[in-house]
């Protein structure tokens, strides 16, 4: 059983002399330690969270600008396609009155040397006829 005299008097001062020195040889090192740990994990994580809002902030930056790009390829594209399409039209177009002209031209001339074979014909066929009547007659015509 426990005896309830000086020595337990003794004993609790004993108790808060070991605390006080234990509080300053190694509790409040102890704590000054973890206070310090803790302010360096906390500045960190404020330190990656200012980061991450960074890179958050420039990755939205590089979409928005990604965007812009292929929105203007595509109208390049389409301005390109568009250029291209008036170009085949004007350069068909041009082909296609080219080739109307040399029609018409060796139209023309078939027409021409058709005229001319017809009236080579015709003086043949006048003579032959004239010929052939003599022939037939017997006398010149």
Do not use: C, H
């Not at 958050?56 to 979409?63: D, F, P, V």
């Not at 080219?98 to 066929?125: D, G, H, M, N, Y």
């Amino acid at each position: 059983m426990i005896k309830l005299d000086w020595t337990l008097f003794l004993q609790f001062i004993n108790f808060m002399i070991l605390m006080a020195v234990l509080n300053a040889l190694l509790f409040k090192p102890l704590r000054a330690a973890l206070r310090a740990r803790k302010e360096t994990i906390e500045g960190s994580k404020a330190k990656v969270l200012d980061i991450d809002e960074q890179v958050q902030a420039q990755i939205a930056r590089y979409e928005a600008q990604l965007q812009d790009a292929r929105f203007q390829g595509g109208q390049e594209r389409a301005a390109m396609r568009k250029t291209a399409q008036e170009e085949e039209a004007r350069i068909l177009g041009d082909a296609s009155q080219k080739s109307a002209e040399k029609l018409q031209v060796i139209k023309e001339q078939i027409q021409q040397e058709a005229s001319a074979a017809r009236q080579a014909l015709r003086s043949e066929t006048e003579a032959l006829a004239k010929n052939i009547a003599g022939k037939v007659l017997g006398r010149a015509i």
